[in-house]
């Protein structure tokens, strides 16, 4: 076995410096970590050749190695001509060059860069082509063909340019046995899994090996997918469920300046734990999603000002209050059905009618009411003894529970976007319109119902149907 090709399937990733071969493995392996990958402007940053390989459960399933660049290209193919002599050279020829060039170092990128691949790695040709075609680019694919392997070239697109892209393609067409187009600062998960797919077009030998790869990667983001719904069920559970109390004198109730002045600290204290929980929640998603330099930062204040009532806010964020009339009276008329029922036919279907009155009248004439602070007459335990509390929460409005949901589906969607050859570090935009509102009517009912319960204090936040809903919608939003 040697160095660089083991009994995996190995592709040399080539081309010239500053092409954007890194910047494609990092977001082929989800990988924006410069200490692992290092993506640079800077030329010639990658100087020695760097295994990255595909394990799961530490077997390594397929090995990609990073190469130098391409320095002198064209000096190399006369030199590499010179040896052979007439006629053209082939892959003993180019494994010659390459055993000199290690000792005498006169075109040690060269050699360097070709070493996996005469040791019988295939080869993914990086080029961007906004570059102009000139003849050290065409030296370098008269190189790689001399080899005679397995090879593919990517046209990493960072911006429109038609004209020389087909003048690209056309060019490269000759020198490859396949050529495909793949923007490394923009592909999201599905682009990267039909890159993976191109590799058995030029390597029919590992077809099984590839293929239990792309399956085995297609299985983990599909539990990715499973982890993030539950994720996203445990904040709306948690953030629904939430109170803040505070223990009041005698004095305090009286006073009513004093109880304005906890009023407005205990509603700051109920908007930061709110905000609290969101952060954490996009933390875990980022990381369950392999971003470092990709940030959600939620302040205390997120929730402050949130104005349920105005306008703007019913425009961009949770239901319309039709969808959430509906919505309640449907939820509200299978809690009524369950008293049907029970009931035993006594109730004459009252029980369901009233469930629909109660849920659509509830949503619709609350649905633009901001959570309120209430008196807990009953008194709150602190230290094993009972006293008078104010107790902030849960939210008044059932839009409230939309409104969290929403903004959560726009962060997933901004997390699972982004691309790990990208090494700018961005605070995700809070700023979009809302998923919540495409939803359809059967989805929006089982969630509506679940979400009163959690409003409600129900126990235990799991519910295997509404789990699958957000499985679903999760899947929705990663592909639009």
Known sequence: MSEWVTDAPTFAVVGKINMGKS??????????????????????????????????????????????????????????????????????????????????????????????????????????????????????????RWTGCPRMALLNEKAEN??????WRSRLGSYFNLVRTFNAHQARFGE?????????????????????????IDEEWEQRREESAEIVMDFLAKALRHREKERIG?????????????????????????????????????????????????????????????????????????????????????????????????????????????????????????????????GVSFDGESHKALVMGPPESDNFAWILLDRLLHHYREIVSRSHGRRDEEVIDGESAGWVRDFSRERRVRLQKWMIAQLKGAEGGFDAGVFRELVATLEDVEGA
């Open 23 to 144: 910047s494609v493995l990092s977001t082929l392996l989800e990988i924006d970590d410069d200490r692992l990958v290092r993506v640079s402007s800077t030329p010639g940053e990658t100087t020695h050749c760097q295994v990255l390989p595909v394990t799961f459960d530490d077997r390594e399933m397929i090995r990609f190695v990073d190469t130098p660049g391409f320095s002198r290209a064209l000096e190399a193919m006369r030199a590499i001509q010179d040896l052979h002599g007439e006629g053209t050279p082939n892959l003993a020829t180019i494994k010659e060059f390459v055993a000199r060039q290690m000792e005498s170092g006169e075109f040690e990128d060269e050699a360097r860069l070709l070493e996996p691949v005469v040791e019988g790695a295939g080869i993914l040709y990086v080029i961007d082509p906004s570059k102009p075609l000139r003849d050290a680019f065409v030296a370098e694919m008269e190189i790689l």
């Open 192 to 216: 990267r899994k039909r890159l993976l797919r191109s590799l058995l077009e030029i390597d029919e030998t590992n077809r099984g090996r590839i293929e239990d790869t792309i399956r085995l």
């Open 162 to 167: 038609p004209e020389r892209t087909g003048e």
């Open 250 to 378: 005698v004095k305090d109730d009286e006073l009513s300046h004093r109880k304005d002045r906890t009023k407005q600290e205990l509603q700051k204290k109920y908007y930061a734990s709110i905000a609290k929980f969101e952060q954490q929640t996009y933390e875990k998603l980022l990381k369950l999603y392999r971003h470092r330099l990709l940030k959600a930062e939620v302040g205390g204040d997120a929730f402050q000002g949130v104005d349920l009532s105005s306008e703007e806010t019913w425009q961009k964020w949770g239901l319309s209050r039709s969808q959430l009339a509906i919505a309640g009276g449907l939820a509200g008329g299978a809690a009524g059905v369950a008293i049907d029922i029970g009931s035993a036919g006594l109730t004459h279907g009252m029980g369901t009618l009233f469930g629909v009155l109660t849920g659509a009248g509830g949503a619709f004439f609350k649905g633009d009411s901001l959570p309120e602070l209430k008196i807990d007459a009953r």
